[in-house]
């Protein structure tokens, strides 16, 4: 072979391998993309299972209750065949028991919805709300309304700290002096209309109480955190809860539902203007929310709202 030959060959040699590597480098990086799609379906599938599993696990324990609840009815009301002497009491157990296993039983939640999957509906929410409030240049302060006749509690977001509260409650947008800002439907409206319609007894109207009842609601019926204790100084006019484990993460956003539902509650228990606040905790508590009102409560509103 010639010299001028072996120079071509060797030209040819060395200028190949750059394509090639180039073609070996796309289809590694294609066959990743496809690895780590599929290992996302993989997680997704997983986490739907899991999700189904923990439903049916829920629903099983209600149903479990409901019959055992029904196995203790039709117990007793064989105790009280067997023993006439105490039937009244057998009757009395069993008729609790069976209705007790009927209530249990139609109850039982049919979906459940995960907890981040609110969490991230409500960030959005408040997100908005933030982003409007800041580019209105609205002060900081939240301040709950209480109802009406034609209002519900409404939240009420001041130009100024400070402001007066609009004479109409007419919202999203206050223009007219004095009160202008945002005047808006809160997050924990809709929670506290629910709260009520469950609560077994009549809604407190002192603070101590109520704030007890709101905290239970808290976590007993909403599981919106994992522990809510109140702390409540009536003659300072202040209720503040430690919260500890928000199921919807950091509480200091905008209307979050905890201290939304806090706030909205005081404010028509107690039929005062509510103005909240949220701190990062301590080592007790991850977070505190403080509600501030004004006046005695259950004595006349201190200002007078249009209808």
């Given at each position: 072979?010639?010299?001028?030959s ?9 200028s ?17 993309a ?16 899991l999700?189904?599993?923990y ?108 402001s ?7 919202g ?8 202008r ?52 100084d ?5 209720v ?5 484990n ?45 509600c ?14 249009g209808?």
């Open positions: 072979m010639s010299k001028e072996f120079s071509d060959t060797a030209d040819s040699t060395e190949a391998p750059p394509s090639q590597m180039q073609a070996l480098n796309t289809e590694t990086a294609d066959t990743a496809l690895e780590e799609t599929a290992q996302l379906e993989l997680l997704a599938e997983e986490n739907r299972r999700r189904e599993e439903a049916r696990a829920r629903q099983s324990r209600y149903r479990r209750t409901a019959i055992g609840l029904a196995a203790v009815g039709v117990v007793a009301l064989a105790g009280g065949l067997l023993f006439p002497d105490t039937r009244a009491v057998f009757v009395a157990l069993g008729a609790t028991g069976v209705f007790g296993a009927v209530l249990t039983y139609s109850l039982t939640p049919g979906q459940f919805v995960a907890a981040a999957v609110g969490e991230r509906v409500y960030a959005a929410s408040a997100a908005n709300g933030a982003a409007i409030a800041a580019e209105l240049g609205l002060s900081d302060e939240r301040l709950y309304l209480p109802p009406t006749q034609a209002r519900a509690v409404q939240l009420y977001v001041p130009l100024h700290r400070e007066d509260a609009p004479a109409a409650r007419d999203p947008f206050v223009l007219e002096e004095p009160g800002g945002l005047l808006l439907d809160p997050t924990g409206g809709t929670l506290f209309a629910e709260f009520e319609r469950a609560l077994a007894g009549d809604l407190a109207s002192t603070p101590e109480p109520l704030a007890r009842q709101l905290c239970d609601g808290l976590v007993e019926q909403f599981e919106l955190a994992a522990g809510a204790e109140p702390d409540v009536a003659d300072a006019g202040r503040t809860v430690a919260v500890s928000s199921a919807f993460g950091a509480v200091d956003r905008f209307d979050h539902p905890i201290g939304s539902f806090l706030a909205v509650g005081l404010a028509q228990g107690l039929d005062r203007s509510v103005e909240l606040e949220v701190d990062v905790g301590d080592e007790r508590a991850d977070w505190l929310v403080t501030r009102y004004d006046g005695d409560p259950g004595a006349q509103s201190e200002f007078e709202w209808e």
